[in-house]
Each structure stands twice: as structure tokens, then as C-alpha cells.
């Protein structure tokens, strides 16, 4: 049976495919360009090898956008037609990508699970699960599922320092922040091309309020994301995100003329970035409503859209919202509500997500919107402790804490106001941004020194 660099068995014996196969992985942890291409060579290199249309199918999926998932459809039909002499590895594979584009993100996860306790150098394992530990919210897989793999590697292998970076950026979401710093590091001293050991770093200086030093970090390692990357645009974000702790609005409204608006804004978890940003400086009192509504208007808001994944439902909430477009949101959500309840559907990871986190997190948001803000701070507050189940980071997920200071500042729960600001002052030092809200509560109470 042949087998791919790091010993895991592969259908194909052609050294021009899987080396073309290779390329498309290093593409895929890397974010250097997408993998398609080199896909599209491995398969003419070996027209009855299964592996690339898997790799093709697995990789429209992680975008998370419905309207490539009819091209993943067909790229895994085409793979289904080529498993007869295929390894139960590259078989197992497709089950997993099959049950992704079912929506069965958390039985994918199983399966490669399954996979890399037999295979640890199974990378294309490695960083699906990973993307879809964090869509689906799983701290702790982010951290365990790499870490249980790491020492299979070999010292040299060209993939390792993208593994660490996995790794990296899964101590980081278990707040280790210290050993994420170091992993993230390392991974880059073996090799500086490496955006999401670069983005891990990013985060352990958001969390613990480095955000100066944060904003140098994204400078001085610019050359290794921001060109030819398709991690570019949230790193941008991040840089956006370092500058709004300073409150140097003028900077982030720079940050998304040049990198979060526009052509810069390719597919929807770009779109996410941007809504993110621009909700957050609409929630320091800027009028970003032209910027807003470009985000919103560029959405795509088609059936298979709505209620595909609830993180990017409520950040296209937040963009309507950001641009004053309340009944347009509530007619979102609604949309979202029908098909989280549809019990034809209702195998699909989002579901849950939706139903206990997305949901009631737009629905809240809309209340602040209209002027309810106590209301809104009792559903956000209510809300923030699961809302981790509904993935993304706990820097992307901050907005649900900044929504409530602006809620507790607007209606009348200082209590909640107050609860929220001393969890962030014991968290980071008192930046500009948490002085903002400070002030914002307009008690002498929390005038700390
Ligand atoms: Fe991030």
C-alpha cells in the first residue's frame, strides 16, 4: 500500500499526484493561496485517485458557505465513484466529509477522531477537526486533539510547525496563555510561514490587554499573513481589534477602508470580520451605517444561507443592525428561527447552536436596537455563559460582553454593568476601551484607579 510523507496510506502511487496532493495540503494549514488547483493536478496526475475530490469537497466545506456546498456535493460524488482500491483511511475521510456536508459536524469530528488514534500523523485529519472543533465551539479538542498527536511527529516534517500552531492556538482558547505563547513561538522559528501560529500569539496578547505590543507583533510578522493569504483578512481584523482597545477609532476606520470592506470582503466569514468590527466601534456611538449596509447588502441571505451556521446568522444581525435596519434583522432571524426548528433538518450540528445560543443572542441584540436595553442586558447576560457553544473565539465572541455594557450603560442594570468590568479589570489591565465603559456607567462606584 503506498503511503504519503509521513506514513499514512494513501490509493496512489503516482509520486506527481501526491506530491501535487501535498502541496494542497501545506496549502490548506498554511492558508497560503487555496489548494484547488494543485488538487485539480493531482487528480489528472492520477485520474482514479479519491483523495483530491475528498480534499476538494472537505475544503469548500470549511468556508462556511452554502453556496459553494453544490460544487463539495459534486467533488464528493466524483470521489465515491473512486473508492473501490481506496485505504479505509481515505475512506474514512470521505465519511467524514460526507457528514459534514450533512451537518453532522460533531460525528465528523468522531470519525476523524477514529482516524488520527490510528493515524497521528494523519494531518488533513488534524486541521478538518480542528476547524470544525472550533466552529462547533470545542475548547477543549482544540488543545487535547492536536496535543494527543504532536509527539508522533517527526522533527523535521515540513507540516509539524503548522501542527504546533494547531496547538498554539488551542492553549490559547483553554486560557494557557503562557505555553501558547511559547508553542506559537517555536512553530515559528521552525518556520515563519505560519499565520495560525502568528494569529495564536494575536490572541494571548488580546486576552491578557498587550494590545500595543500586540498591534508591533502583527507588524513585524506582516510579511507572513497579509500577501497572498487567506488568513489575511481576519488578522487585519485583529490588528483592528488591538487598535480599538487603545480607542483609536480613527485607526480601525482606516484598518476597514484599506482591509475589512469592499473587494477585501470575499467570502462570509470575511463578511463576519467586518460585521464584528463595525458593530463594535457602532457600539462606542460611530455612525458606521454606510459601511454596515455594504456588509449587509453583499450577505448572502439565500434559503440554504439562512440558519446554515449560527455564528455568521447574528453577525449578519449585527451588520443589519450596525446600518439601522431593525426590521430587516427580525426578519432575518425569523428566517434562522423556521429552519432551526425543522425537524426534517434536525440532526444538524447547528441546530443546537441556534436554538441555545444564536437565536436568543439576535433576538437580544434586536431588543438593544430597539431602545429595550434592560431587557437586552438580562438576555445577553443570560446568554454569554454557553455561548461558547455556538464556536468562534473568545475574542470574536467578546461582542456579546461589549453589547452588554452598552446595554447595562444605556438602560439602568449598573449591576450587571459593574459585575462584567470587574471580570475584565481581574482579566487584563484597565486599557482605554474598558475606561470607556467605566465611564459609560457613570458611577463613582467604578472609578477605579
Ligand atoms: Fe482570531
Same mark, same amino acid.
Given at each position: 500500500m503506498p503511503a504519503d510523507l509521513r506514513g499514512c496510506p494513501t490509493g496512489s502511487d503516482v509520486p506527481a499526484a501526491r506530491a501535487a496532493a501535498e502541496q494542497a495540503l501545506w496549502r490548506m494549514m498554511? #492558508?497560503? +493561496?487555496? *489548494?484547488l488547483a494543485d488538487l485539480d493536478a493531482a487528480a489528472a496526475h492520477d485520474?482514479? @485517485?479519491a483523495l483530491p475530490h475528498v480534499m476538494k469537497a472537505g475544503f469548500l466545506a470549511s468556508l462556511t458557505e452554502p453556496a459553494v456546498l453544490a460544487e463539495a456535493t459534486a467533488a464528493l460524488a466524483t470521489a465515491r465513484t473512486l473508492t /473501490? +482500491? &481506496?485505504?479505509a483511511r481515505e475512506q474514512r475521510h470521505l465519511d467524514a466529509v460526507q457528514q459534514v456536508l450533512d451537518g453532522r459536524w460533531q460525528a465528523a469530528c468522531r470519525t476523524w477522531d477514529e482516524l488520527l488514534l490510528e493515524h497521528p500523523t494523519d494531518a488533513l485529519a488534524l486541521q478538518w477537526a480542528h476547524l470544525w472543533d472550533f466552529y462547533r465551539g470545542d475548547s477543549p479538542q482544540l488543545r487535547q486533539r492536536p496535543a494527543r498527536a504532536l *509527539? &508522533? @511527529? &517527526?522533527?523535521? +516534517?515540513?507540516l509539524r510547525p503548522l501542527v504546533m500552531g494547531l496547538y498554539a492556538f488551542g492553549l490559547e482558547e483553554n486560557n494557557l496563555y503562557a505555553q501558547a505563547e511559547d508553542a506559537a513561538r517555536e512553530a515559528l522559528a521552525l518556520d515563519p510561514r505560519g499565520p495560525w501560529a502568528v494569529h495564536a500569539v494575536a490572541h494571548v496578547m488580546e486576552m491578557q490587554g498587550r494590545h500595543e505590543e500586540g498591534g508591533v507583533w502583527l507588524r513585524q510578522h506582516q510579511a507572513a499573513w497579509?500577501?497572498?493569504?487567506? #488568513?489575511a483578512c481576519h488578522l487585519w481584523w485583529h490588528k483592528a481589534l488591538f487598535r480599538l482597545e487603545a480607542l483609536d477609532t480613527a485607526g480601525v476606520l482606516r484598518l476597514i477602508d484599506t482591509h475589512l470592506s469592499g473587494a477585501a470582503l470575499q467570502i462570509t466569514l470575511n463578511r463576519v470580520d467586518a460585521a464584528s468590527m463595525l458593530w463594535r466601534l457602532h457600539l462606542l456611538g460611530e455612525d458606521v451605517s454606510a459601511l454596515a449596509a455594504a456588509v449587509a447588502d453583499g450577505w448572502d441571505t439565500a434559503e440554504a444561507a439562512c440558519g446554515y451556521y449560527a455564528f455568521n446568522d447574528v453577525h449578519h444581525v449585527l451588520a443589519l443592525l450596525a446600518a439601522g435596519r431593525v426590521a430587516a434583522a427580525e426578519a432575518w432571524t425569523a428566517r434562522c428561527a423556521t429552519r432551526a426548528l425543522d425537524a426534517e433538518d &434536525? $440532526? /444538524?450540528?447547528n441546530h443546537p447552536m441556534s436554538r441555545e445560543v444564536g437565536l436568543p443572542l439576535m433576538r437580544a441584540l434586536i431588543a438593544h436596537a430597539r431602545g429595550a436595553h434592560d431587557e437586552a442586558a438580562a438576555a445577553l447576560y443570560a446568554v454569554r455563559g454557553t455561548a461558547? $457553544? #455556538?464556536?468562534?473565539s473568545h475574542a470574536q465572541r467578546d461582542l456579546i460582553d461589549l453589547s452588554l455594557l452598552a446595554a447595562a450603560a444605556r438602560g439602568s442594570r449598573r449591576d450587571i454593568g459593574r459585575a462584567l468590568i470587574n471580570e475584565r479589570r481581574l482579566a487584563k489591565p484597565v486599557t482605554p476601551l474598558t475606561r470607556h465603559w467605566i465611564e459609560q456607567m457613570g458611577t463613582s462606584e467604578l472609578a477605579y484607579s
Open positions: 498554511s #492558508f497560503y +493561496d487555496v *489548494p485520474p482514479g @485517485w /473501490r +482500491d &481506496a485505504p *509527539p &508522533a @511527529w &517527526a522533527e523535521g +516534517d515540513p497579509a500577501e497572498g493569504n487567506g #488568513f &434536525a $440532526r /444538524r450540528s461558547q $457553544r #455556538f464556536g468562534g
